[in-house]
């Protein structure tokens, strides 16, 4: 079966640096997408692996490992606004998104 | 770019009552549109995939004569709840993917927080 699997829920502190794992197995791969969503609000994109390697947008990174089935999203210089789920998701062959449950990412002062 | 508009945003209305929700890629063409449901605290959860001049392909368990979809252009998807009853009252979020580009990423609306009395 297909399945996405990353932490239920994380705290980090305002100003530090915080990694989302996500691991994945799908019926063919053609790519892994992470996606910030806030309570009560849609899912924003953030960015998107198919090769492996990091990733860098801004404060965002993420990091693929095609032969792991391995990918992280890295937070730095956290602010309070990143306070979110973040959604881990792989691309099957079909070109299907099959979605991880999400990370609740709990920021403090 | 990758602007997806979603209306309405808030709809409460009464058991029974038939709502339509519409889904608009405003800067690019939407060969797919995919709309989802989610529950508080819970995951998104795909209901149907849209695609432009056919038929929607419907997830196991989700009942198409209940969830109603038509794609009927490159820049519009709407979804109709027919005769809508409290467990339908959920969080309905439409996304789109620019045409004829499986692996660009999919843009979300707003969402639509559907309240059924």
């Known amino acids: 079966g297909q399945n996405i699997d990353q932490p239920t829920e994380m705290t980090a502190t305002e100003g530090a640096i915080v990694q989302i794992n996500c691991t994945y197995q799908?019926?063919?791969?053609?790519?892994l997408f992470w996606y910030q969503q806030h309570a009560g609000e849609a899912p924003t994109f953030l960015s998107y692996?198919?090769l492996d390697g990091l990733e860098e947008k801004g404060r965002f990174s993420s990091f693929l490992s095609r032969s792991k089935g391995y990918s992280y999203l890295l937070l730095k210089e956290l602010q309070m606004k990143d306070s979110a789920s973040y959604l881990c998701a792989a691309m099957d062959s079909n070109y299907q998104l099959i979605w991880g449950a999400g990370t609740k990412l709990i920021i403090k002062p | 770019g990758a602007v997806v508009s979603q209306h309405p945003s808030r709809v409460i209305c009464k058991s029974g009552t038939s709502v339509k929700i519409e889904c608009r890629s405003l800067d690019f063409q939407a060969t797919t549109m995919f709309w989802y449901r989610q529950f508080p605290k819970q995951s998104l959860m795909l209901m149907a995939t849209?695609?432009?001049?056919?038929?929607?392909?419907?997830e196991q368990g989700v009942e198409k004569d209940k969830f109603l979809i038509n794609h009927a252009s490159l820049t519009l998807s709407t979804l109709t709840v027919t005769s809508a009853h409290p467990e339908d009252s959920s969080f309905y979020i439409c996304?789109?993917?620019?045409?004829?580009?499986?692996?660009?990423?999919?843009?979300f609306g707003d969402g639509t927080r559907l309240s059924i009395l």
């Open positions: 692996n198919v």
């Open positions: 996304s789109a993917r620019a045409g004829g580009r499986e692996l660009q990423p999919q843009h």
């Open positions: 799908t019926s063919g791969f053609n790519g």
């Open positions: 849209s695609n432009e001049g056919s038929k929607a392909t419907y």
